[in-house]
């Protein structure tokens, strides 16, 4: 979601829901914005993803790669990005 262009909506929730999410988003070190976009990314099909073909020439650890990337939220992707250019970076000195 990164690079998509993003949208403001309002949402009404009930105060118990409310305080779950809040509860939620500070066990999982996120903003309340960037918890409900990963629940909403996770809740929905990925088929506005494209898929891999079958007949792709990448592994089967390769594709749980994949499906593990499609369900991270866009800040965990941010930080995994972060922690793998830091890897591959410090391989190639």
Known sequence: ???????TINIRLGE????????????HARSMNA????????SLPSSHMP????????????????RMWRALG???KR??????RAATSSKSD
Do not use: H
């Not at 979601?1 to 949208?7: H, V």
């Not at 118990?16 to 066990?27: G, H, K, V």
């Not at 918890?35 to 996770?42: G, N």
């Open 1 to 7: 979601m990164a690079d998509e262009k993003r949208s």
């Open 16 to 27: 118990s829901l409310l305080q779950t999410m809040r509860e939620e988003a500070a066990r």
């Open 35 to 42: 918890e409900i976009v990963r629940r909403l990314e996770a």
């Open 51 to 66: 898929s891999i073909p079958e007949t792709a020439d990448i592994t089967a650890e390769e594709r749980a790669l994949v």
């Open 74 to 76: 866009s800040e965990e």
């Open 79 to 84: 930080s995994v990005s972060v922690l793998l």
